[in-house]
């Protein structure tokens, strides 16, 4: 079936600092979704992306989708201990709404 | 608006009890429903989803299984619990056009 692998498992950083993590997926995705997940919380969504190529803004929050629909990224500039959490991608759409394994940001003040 | 309500936010049982979890959606119809477990640190493992009342899709065989005798209601069952079962238990809706999800908050399931 559909599934999307994500790294890096965690990630630390200094407060400031930038942070990025990967989507990828062996087959064309539909569309890809990422969903922020605070601790002790549950996954809230983010943002979604279609086109192949896209990119989105979030203030910080950088979204791309990749040209052949494979694979996806977050990149956050000068992280704040606010964003800590863990970042999940989802492929969704017409099918079955399936998770990569996400990644765990955690933020050093 | 939407809504999404599941209950309890946490629950402890012994091993071998049996289980029900309820999750409900207002505020809309014909949604998409998933049931997902979250171990302690990590992913977001789909158990269940269903795309309409009766019509469920099992994803790994596990101890556990789910209905939908509504079309806003998805319930989570087990006739006996195994201390694997422990976890963090989240459902979720989507619209039909899958455009974003919008999850519970979640119940925190010990099993002891």
């Known amino acids: 079936g559909q599934q999307v692998m994500q790294i890096p498992q965690y990630q630390h950083v200094q407060e400031g600092e930038d942070f990025t993590t990967y989507c990828n997926s062996s087959?064309?995705?539909?569309?890809i979704q990422w969903y922020k997940q605070r601790p002790g919380g549950h996954p809230v969504f983010l943002i979604q992306?279609?086109?192949?190529?896209e990119v989105k803004k979030q203030k910080r929050l950088t979204f791309q989708f990749g040209e052949a629909k494979k694979n996806s990224s977050l990149h956050i500039t000068a992280t704040q201990t606010t964003d800590v959490g863990t970042y999940f991608c989802?492929?969704?759409?017409?099918?079955?709404?399936?998770f990569g394994k996400g990644t765990k940001l955690t933020v050093n003040p | 608006s939407q809504t999404i309500h599941q209950w309890p936010a946490t629950l402890v049982q012994p091993v071998g009890s049996p289980l029900s979890l309820e999750c409900t959606v207002e505020?809309?119809?014909?949604?998409?429903l998933y049931w997902y477990r979250q171990a302690a640190g990590r992913g977001l493992q789909l158990l269940f989803y269903?795309?309409?009342?009766?019509?469920i899709s099992s994803e790994v065989p596990q101890n556990l299984s789910a209905s939908r005798p509504q079309d806003r209601q998805f319930i989570l069952s087990s006739k006996k619990l195994l201390l694997s079962d422990s976890g963090f238990y989240l459902c979720?809706?989507?619209?039909?056009?899958?455009?974003?999800?919008?999850f519970g908050q979640g119940t925190r399931l010990t099993v002891v």
């Open positions: 087959t064309t995705l539909s569309n």
């Open positions: 269903s795309v309409g009342i009766g019509q």
């Open positions: 979720a809706w989507e619209s039909y056009r899958g455009t974003e999800a919008f």
């Open positions: 505020g809309t119809s014909n949604p998409n």
């Open positions: 992306l279609v086109k192949s190529g």
């Open positions: 989802g492929q969704g759409g017409s099918e079955k709404l399936v």
